[in-house]
């Protein structure tokens, strides 16, 4: 998970953004098999966001929820935001937390690894366009990876063995 995030983060940094933040869409203080729970957020601000609950009121991650599609906070949570989570943005902004851009990731439940988001945020904005399309095709794989080396290994239940060509059973055209 370490070489993983590192060379996310590098990625990232090298396409304009200074943090970012992938995360289950689950509770982080008990979180689920699989969960991912991987950020460069300042650390005084990740333990005011889980000392406080900050998770269950989070527009970016009610968003995500609801969306298939990466979206900038500004454009999409503008006007939306109930008083208390304007008041996360504000708590946030001092902590370089405030122009984002989240990337929904719903995988599907086959594959036993809950649904979350990835968001960044830009060192200056705006960025060019290609930064904001590479993130968002990054970010499902990075997530993904992050998520099966955080699964222990688990013998599971056998698949049954495949048809013979040569069998009686086949379908033919």
Known sequence: ?????AAFETALQRMGFR?????????PLI????AVLVHNYPESWVRLYLESGLHAID???QHA???????????????????????IFAAARPFGIEKGYTIPIHIPQTFGIPSGSCSVVPDAHPLDDVSYLAASLMAPYF?????????????GPALPPRPSQHSNNSLRA
């Open 1 to 5: 998970v370490d070489v993983l995030t």
């Open 19 to 27: 943090l970012f933040a992938c995360v289950s869409h689950t509770d």
């Open 31 to 34: 979180p689920t098999p699989g």
């Open 59 to 61: 527009a970016v991650l």
């Open 65 to 87: 929820d609801r969306s298939l599609l990466p979206f900038s906070w500004e454009v999409e949570l503008r006007g939306r935001l109930t008083r208390p989570q304007q008041e």
């Open 143 to 155: 997530y993904h990876a992050v998520s099966r080396a955080t699964v222990p290994a688990t013998s």
